[in-house]
């Protein structure tokens, strides 16, 4: 049985793979809070749209408070290769051996039906409509989502697990939740 991080906690001072180059989660942090937003793969088309709206939402909430973070199953080469990467305002950590995903204890659906929200279809209409596409399948396809935020003494804060792909706080729930409101 995976087990799942509580408040409290510290967290180890990883390792972490970024795109063009590898750093510490100290670093990473640069003295701050962070959300370490997990996501599924790049591949995804529901992961390249949220990547989107979590961009547009933390360019709105920006601030040198807290920084945001999206960890993929994907590897450094192939996000090296997505020029659209080096234009969103946060890092992308790949994880590609999902050993982040693991410590954490982010796990996969048990189904498909069971990763699904309600409204999946047509968040990946819009996604299509957008101009988005299915690229590699490079993580596993029934991988949920989850949001953990690590104080500046990477000490846990808060934890959310999804219960579906679409079950994703909001950078501005995200910021409510940094400052316990």
Not at 23 to 28: G, T
Not at 100 to 106: Q, S, T
């Amino acid at each position: 049985m995976i087990r799942r991080l509580k408040p409290g906690e510290i967290i180890p001072d990883f390792q972490i793979d970024l795109p063009l180059k590898c750093v510490k989660l100290s670093e990473l942090m640069d003295g701050k809070s962070i959300f370490l937003i997990f996501h599924r793969f790049y591949g995804c088309i529901l992961t390249q749209y949220q990547l989107g709206v979590i961009d547009s939402d933390y360019n709105k909430l920006k601030s040198d408070e807290f920084r945001v973070a999206v960890v993929l199953q994907t590897s450094q080469g192939e996000m090296k290769d997505k020029t659209s990467v080096r234009n969103f305002s946060f890092p992308i950590i790949c994880d590609i051996d999902k050993h982040l995903y693991n410590y954490f204890g982010v796990t996969p659906a048990l189904s498909k039906e069971a990763l699904s929200a309600p409204d999946t279809d047509d968040v990946l209409n819009i996604a299509r409509g957008l101009g988005y596409i299915h690229g590699a399948d490079s993580g596993d396809p029934l991988q949920l989502p989850a949001v953990i935020l690590l104080n500046e003494n990477r000490v846990i804060k808060f934890v959310h697990y999804s219960k579906n792909v679409g079950d994703l706080p909001s950078v501005s729930d995200l910021k409510r939740y940094l400052y316990g409101l």
